[in-house]
């Protein structure tokens, strides 16, 4: 596996399950750092439901916003999924902190990462554009993230009906 991996794709895409086969895949154990956090009943069910859906295999950590500090501190053993740098996003934006800074510092992290990591996010600009102020600051801010990512990343996929995509490495001339 390469060190740095970002998998994307719109929502029930197949992301996530993608990420989770491509995380387990060399050494069959990985680290599952969830980004989540539960804010209604509705979303405990979704996380409870994810959690389900893995096995004994996986390493649970929650960094709902300091994804830095869990990515340095898990480093060195088991590969590591992050899902999702949407979610993180939020978290971060709704915290009322610098999104652009954290997503820079996580960007350059990467670098110095010795275990595999794979994050999962959502593609969120290939919609209409949004009717009101804080989702089109939401898109946009996610764009960036992603765009800044995908550059610091080894590898880049799109999930489609969950089926990967490859993005990055490429052959292209620009």
Known sequence: MKKSILITGGARSGKSTLAERRALRDTGRAIYIATAEAHDAEMAERIAAHRARRGAQWTDRAAPRDLCAALAETDGGDPRLVDCLTLWLTNLML????????????AALLDAQSAPVVFVTNEVGSGIVPDNRLAREFRDAAGWLNQTLAEACDEVWLAVAGQPLKVKPHDHPF
Do not use: C, I, N, P
Request: hydrophobic share 40%; no cysteine.
């Open 95 to 106: 915290a009322e902190a610098d999104w652009r800074a954290e997503g820079t510092r996580l």
